[in-house]
């Protein structure tokens, strides 16, 4: 027995018992944006436990939903082969992970950009970084300086994340993943483990932000090292919802036909 919403002279018929309930948690004005700007059920519930868990506004579920938040989410689980209905099954979900794909938009960066300009747009716009990266995460500080041998070293930007109990390291990079920016986190996350991790931390994160990658590079780099650091990249500009919907189905598909051998 499914529930019927009436929202702006559109009428919603929500089957899902799950579905129906998590809607009433919600504010109203979420509840609108949720049920005419999403498509599948599995969408639905993702957005609406996202809302519940970090308290979003209308302004902040709104550019969720625009980023395509979802579907980055869905692309990023390492492996690229995992179900949607063992996705949204899992105890902690929807618990942010570490995004194959960032979007920074909001930087507003001129076409000429150095290291130092991006990390000083995302220090200017902490608030809208911290919502694309994840609730979970407080920041420490920029430039942050571990000394090793006697020299400085600087980290560009150090967070912490409460969901994970770890320091986590941002690496920022204006041009394609290289491999040697691997060893360089490995020396930092080292570093941060002995110096600064408390006893009841788990061990340092480090995520390497790069404006591209190449997959097969990024995939050669990590094959030999055990190392917990993640490669993302970064968009300027928001990416195409239709690319990243047919993205997401190319992979289900497989994995559905894989599921049937």
């Known amino acids: 027995m499914g529930l019927r919403y009436c929202l702006n002279g559109k009428s ?10 998590l809607l009433t948690q919600l ?20 957005y609406i436990r996202m809302c519940i868990k970090n308290n979003y506004s209308a302004r902040e579920l709104n550019r969720q939903i625009a980023s395509g938040y979802f ?49 000083k747009a995302i220090i200017s716009n902490m608030k809208d970084f911290i919502l694309e990266i994840g609730k979970d995460f407080t920041f420490v500080g920029e430039e942050y300086r571990v000394q090793v041998g006697g020299q400085d070293f600087f980290i560009d930007l150090l967070f912490y994340n409460r969901a994970l109990s ?24 080292e ?5 600064e991790k408390k006893e009841n931390e788990n ?25 917990p650091t993640m490669v993302s990249q970064y968009t300027l ?19 559905e036909e894989n599921n049937k051998k």
Request: glycine residues 4%; hydrophobic residues 35%; proline residues 3%.
């Open 71 to 119: 579907h980055r989410y869905m692309l990023s689980d390492g492996k690229a082969n995992q179900s949607l209905i063992k996705t949204v099954g899992e105890e902690d979900y929807p618990n942010t992970r570490i995004l194959d794909t960032y979007s920074l938009e909001f930087l507003d960066l001129p076409n000429n950009y150095s290291e130092k300009d991006l990390k």
């Open 166 to 189: 770890c320091l986590v390291a941002f690496e920022l990079k204006i041009g394609d993943f290289m491999p040697e920016y691997v060893s360089k986190m490995d020396f930092y996350l």
């Open 12 to 21: 919603y018929k929500i089957n899902n018992e799950i579905v129906s309930t």
């Open 203 to 227: 061990p340092s994160v480090g995520i390497i932000l790069c404006s591209g990658k190449n997959e097969q590079v990024v995939e050669y780099a990590m094959s030999r090292t055990m190392s």
């Open 237 to 255: 500009k928001l990416i195409d919802k239709k690319l990243l919907e047919n993205k997401l189905k190319e992979i289900s598909d497989m994995v």
């Open 191 to 195: 570093a941060l483990d002995r110096q």
């Open 27 to 46: 504010s109203w004005s979420n509840n609108v944006i949720i049920l005419s700007s999403t498509h599948s059920m599995e969408e639905k519930e993702f």
